[in-house]
């Protein structure tokens, strides 16, 4: 019953930031978990990070632990994936996912935005 919509997504040099951010409505995205995956050209979906509803527990892939931080804006009902240092092969559709446990999340969760393009050039 959430819906999701991400945006930020553009093309940045190796080395560069960009912002994702994952627009909830219909739901409080305060009460769920939420995550971020990708899918690069050729690739199968991988997955990038999460975070718990109450915001303390975390989980990211070793690709980009260090670098990708999931923040959430809960009075714009938002959730935010930083990314810093990016690499050509953080290359991807990027989209953000919702359930209603990390566990969910991180497995196989129930809502799903449409995805945002990420370039990285060399």
């Known amino acids: 019953q959430v819906q999701l919509v991400e945006s930020g997504g553009g093309v940045v040099q190796a080395g560069g930031s960009l912002t994702l951010s994952c627009a909830a409505s219909g739901r409080s995205i305060s009460s769920f978990a939420v995550g971020w995956f990708r899918r690069a050209p050729g690739k199968e979906r991988e997955f990038v990070g999460a975070m718990a509803w109450g915001g303390g527990d975390t989980d990211y892939a070793d690709s980009v632990r260090g670098r990708f931080t999931i923040s959430r804006d809960n009075a714009k009902n938002t959730v935010n994936l930083q990314m810093n240092s990016l690499k050509p092969e953080d290359t991807a559709v990027y989209y953000c996912?919702?359930?209603?446990?990390?566990?969910?999340?991180?497995?196989?969760?129930?809502?799903w935005g449409q995805g945002t393009q990420v370039t990285v050039s060399s």
């Open positions: 996912a919702a359930d209603r446990l990390l566990a969910q999340v991180t497995g196989a969760p129930r809502y």
